[in-house]
């Protein structure tokens, strides 16, 4: 069965670092395209970062650019977001997601994962 779980969310201090992880199962990262989203209570949903499956291209959400690093390992279906310089408008779930292609992992992502909670705050 194909799973994604997300793990590494917390509670941390404005300016501080953090590290996402997600485990993928029941399918081969190299055929989506697979990154991370968030969503904000009362916000819609806002893309993080991708990888595409086509040319392994990444790409970055305007607000995280400079900030925000994402790295896999496809031999091992692992996905993982490192965060630093961290800011209260960071606050959200993240998810870790995997689609057809990078514009379409918010809108119809083919398997996500469960989220986990990031809280920027002093």
């Known amino acids: 069965q194909e799973q994604l779980v997300e793990s590494g969310g917390g509670l941390v201090q404005p300016g501080r670092s953090l590290r996402l992880s997600c485990a993928g199962s029941g399918f081969r990262f190299d055929d989506y395209s697979i990154g991370w989203f968030r969503q904000a209570p009362g916000k819609q949903r806002e893309a993080v970062s991708c990888?595409?499956?086509?040319?392994?291209?990444?790409y970055y959400g305007d607000a995280v650019k400079g900030r925000f690093s994402i790295f896999v390992d496809a031999a091992k279906n692992s996905l993982g977001l490192h965060m630093k310089d961290l800011k209260p408008e960071d606050t959200a779930v993240y998810y870790c997601a995997a689609a057809l292609s990078c514009p379409l992992l918010i809108s119809e992502p083919t398997y996500w994962g469960q989220g986990t909670q990031v809280t920027v705050s002093s």
């Open positions: 990888i595409s499956s086509r040319d392994r291209l990444t």
